[in-house]
Structures are given as structure tokens and as C-alpha cells.
Nanobody, 127 residues
Framework: QVQLVESGGGSVQTGGSLRLSCAAS????????MGWFRQAPGKQREGIAA????????YYASSVKGRFTLSQDNAKNTLYLQMNSLEPEDTAMYYC????????????????????WGQGTQVTVSV
């Protein structure tokens, strides 16, 4: 059984930084990708970054490219999202998600294709 647990959210001022963590368990075979989504009030869930295991590479949405960076600690089975130069528009609930099996396409961030989700962690950026 796959479990994803996020941590690291919080409140920062514009220009600040946060690092989110996603500790994964049970996600050890037939892995396509792990990534981060966010959802602001009244908006659709948006895929912002993903790490691809089989095909390799990382994907970033244009809204975060150059400011956010993915990394992983294989020993801890943890995916990190370093978020720099945060803006009020980054305020949202952030979710870690994982895709196993199926067709693995780079940049495919359709919510329905990710079968495993964490509980979310709130990020609030104030002016």
C-alpha cells in the first residue's frame, strides 16, 4: 500500500523560501513519477512539478520554473520541493502525488492519472 506524507508547509512573506517534503512508503515498483500539485481556493488542482523514474527527468510548470526545484533522498524515500522567491500567487494547499503503471509520459500532470495522494500541506505567502 502506497502512503505519501507531506510536511514543511507554513507562512512566509513574499520573496521567502520553504521546503516541502513528501515521505513515501510502499512506492517501490512500477513507478512512473512522483510530483507536486497545488490547489488554491476556488481553483482547479494544478500540477507544478514531477520527477520521472523510468524515463528520467524532471518537469516544472511555467508558473514555478526557475523558482522551485525538486530533489530526492533515495535512502529516506523522500521527495523534496524547494520553493524560492515565493509570491502571494503561490498560496495554496500543496499535495504530493505518485503515479504507478500505465503509460508514463513526460509532463503528463493530469490529476486523474495520479493514483496516490498525500493529505496536503498549506503554504501561505503574504505581501
Amino acid at each position: 500500500q502506497v502512503q505519501l506524507v507531506e510536511s514543511g508547509g507554513g507562512s512566509v512573506q513574499t520573496g521567502g523560501s520553504l521546503r516541502l517534503s513528501c515521505a513515501a512508503s510502499g512506492f517501490t515498483y512500477n513507478r512512473c513519477s512522483m510530483g507536486w500539485f497545488r490547489q488554491a481556493p476556488g481553483k482547479q488542482r494544478e500540477g507544478i512539478a514531477a520527477l520521472y523514474f523510468g524515463i528520467g527527468g524532471t518537469y516544472y510548470a511555467s508558473s514555478v520554473k526557475g523558482r522551485f526545484t525538486l530533489s530526492q533522498d533515495n535512502a529516506k524515500n523522500t521527495l523534496y520541493l524547494q520553493m524560492n522567491s515565493l509570491e502571494p500567487e503561490d498560496t495554496a494547499m500543496y499535495y504530493c502525488a505518485a503515479k504507478r503503471g500505465g503509460t508514463c509520459l513526460y509532463g503528463d500532470m493530469r490529476v486523474a492519472n495520479f493514483g496516490y495522494w498525500g493529505q496536503g500541506t498549506q503554504v501561505t505567502v503574504s505581501v
